[in-house]
């Protein structure tokens, strides 16, 4: 078990989705929710584009998914 520090604006937010789950619980299902519409992003683009434009795409969606991220 570890311990981490939020925001109290996060934390406050994390409370209201929570319900009768436990923190780990709700952030384990966000960080599984958020997999998971990366990878459905990503594969719309598979076979459409040339390849360098497509890489390009893919590295600047995947950028944007981490900036956001970090920000939580």
Known sequence: MKTI???DDVYKKLVE???DRSFSEVIDE?????????????MRFFG???EDVEIKRIRE????DLSRTRQL
Do not use: A, F, P, T
């Open 30 to 42: 966000l960080i599984k929710d958020s997999k998971e519409v990366r990878n459905r992003r990503l």
């Open 5 to 7: 520090m939020v925001r």
């Open 17 to 19: 989705i929570k319900g």
């Open 61 to 64: 969606m995947l950028n944007e």
């Open 48 to 50: 459409i584009l040339s």
